[in-house]
């Protein structure tokens, strides 16, 4: 950290003319400040377009020259996604675009008047204060494949998230107006479940049609696994149902409605995932971190699409940082306070290590093993959460090496490790 600090404060020279923007939805506020944190112009208010872009980059190219300054180094909160316009736009023109921590915003504005009040013109110069004092980093945008990627991977993540809430609202509306539906199909995604919804929803309907209608309904569609005594269990089911009688004429309407629903996110979920796989084959070394035994495609697709190329890292703990698992500790004194991850970096990348571990410590012998020596260990032993943390760090330096060097998979390299871990215990 203090050499990245030391690195960022070579860049800022007397010839360096800092800007703040604070981001706004439709209006942004730029201030500008020299190396030693003097205001050189009055503040300047723009809009979120091509023509107010063209303002603040008159306006630096002014000021650049009335102060007769070589670089420009602009610097903005990544606010929620109305920065990335300015950004991709500055960017192309040869501006250098940084980004500040929206916490040390808020922690440090009182800074300077003492005050803890917040309007766009203060941000602005806040945001170019800490610049100032190298408090920034530098976002990576990705490009080519890697951009599509990560494009596509949001684009699944919110199919995904509508597919399932459409699921909670069926298992809903079983709840409500047949909820003995579920001890006839286990899982009422299944073709017999589906089909009967489509025909007969309510148990009234099942009902009117008897048992071996119900059958013959089936036997379009699905030629084995459900018969007669499965169509006369939906019956007697329904027989006996407490679920609701009123507004069934809109329950019909509704449960079909969200069938389609379910229907459609299923073919979205299924041409994304085609097109993920085909992006996937055009990035060397991917198919060398599948040949992890319980690392699947959609979690080296999602890895890729949070990190971007890997031949931009010079080591793998900067994919661990980036992924808030680096530690952090509190302590004072005599007082030591407890190790825990800082969570700072992307949160969507964490989630996808710590979801794809868990089945990995199941199934793939190696890991399992790492889990029992990490938790059972004499020295140091560490609970199962922290374990698993351990885990990821341990996959990220796996998928790391694996997509570099584009080499398979050798559990004996992970055996060998595991046994000098061991006996380092020992010693």
């Not at 979120?48 to 610097?75: D, H, R, Y």
């Not at 479940?193 to 489509?198: G, N, P």
């Not at 399992?368 to 922290?386: C, G, I, V, Y």
Request: aromatic content about 8%; some cysteine.
């Amino acid at each position: 950290m203090n050499f990245n600090v030391n690195r960022q404060l070579e860049q800022l020279t007397p010839e360096t003319l800092i800007v703040g923007v604070d981001i706004a939805k439709n209006k942004h506020v730029a201030r500008v400040v020299d190396d030693r944190g003097k205001e050189l112009a009055k503040p300047i208010a723009f809009a979120n377009s091509q023509e107010g872009f063209q303002q603040l980059l008159f306006w630096m190219k002014s000021t650049q020259i009335q102060q007769a300054k070589e670089q420009v180094i602009l610097g903005m909160e990544p606010t929620g996604h109305y920065w990335l316009n300015l950004a991709h736009f500055m960017k192309s023109r040869g501006i250098q675009v940084v980004i500040v921590n929206p916490m040390h915003v808020k922690r440090t504005k009182e800074l300077d008047d003492n005050s803890p009040t917040k309007n766009d013109v203060k941000d602005a110069h806040v945001i170019a204060r800490l610049i100032q004092g190298a408090r920034y980093s530098v976002p990576h945008f990705p490009e080519g494949i890697h951009a599509e990627l990560r494009v596509l991977m949001n684009l699944r993540d919110r199919v995904n998230q509508e597919f399932l809430r459409v699921q909670g609202r069926i298992t809903n509306w079983l709840d409500r107006y047949f909820p003995e539906f579920v001890t006839v199909f286990k899982d009422w995604q299944g073709k017999a479940a589906m089909l009967s919804l489509q025909h007969f929803p309510l148990p009234v309907d099942v009902q009117c049609l008897g048992a071996e209608r119900i059958v013959a309904v089936w036997k379009l569609e699905v030629k084995r696994a459900v018969g007669l005594g499965r169509a006369e269990k939906l019956v007697r089911a329904a027989q006996e149902t407490v679920g609701l009688t009123i507004g069934s004429e809109m329950a019909r309407f509704e449960i079909q409605m969200l069938l389609e629903q379910h229907h459609l996110y299923q073919e979205q979920l299924e041409q994304v995932g085609q097109k993920v796989e085909d992006l996937l084959h055009q990035i060397p070394g991917t198919k060398e971190m599948q040949s992890i035994p319980g690392v699947g495609l959609l979690t080296v697709a999602g890895f890729l699409a949070e990190v971007g190329d890997l031949q931009r890292y010079q080591h793998p703990d900067q994919i661990r940082k980036l992924a808030g698992l680096n530690l952090k500790e509190y302590s004072s004194g005599k007082h030591k306070g407890k190790t825990q991850i800082t969570k700072r970096g992307r949160p969507r990348l964490r989630a996808l290590l710590f979801r794809c571990v868990m089945p990995l410590v199941v199934k793939n012998s190696e890991f399992k093993a790492f889990h029992r020596h990490f938790t059972t260990r004499s020295r140091n032993p560490l609970s199962k959460k922290q374990s698993m943390v351990a885990l990821c760090c341990k996959l990220i330096r796996l998928l790391f090496v694996l997509g570099n060097t584009q080499t398979s998979y050798d559990p004996a390299k992970l055996q060998r490790a595991l046994q000098r871990s061991t006996l380092q215990i020992v010693a």
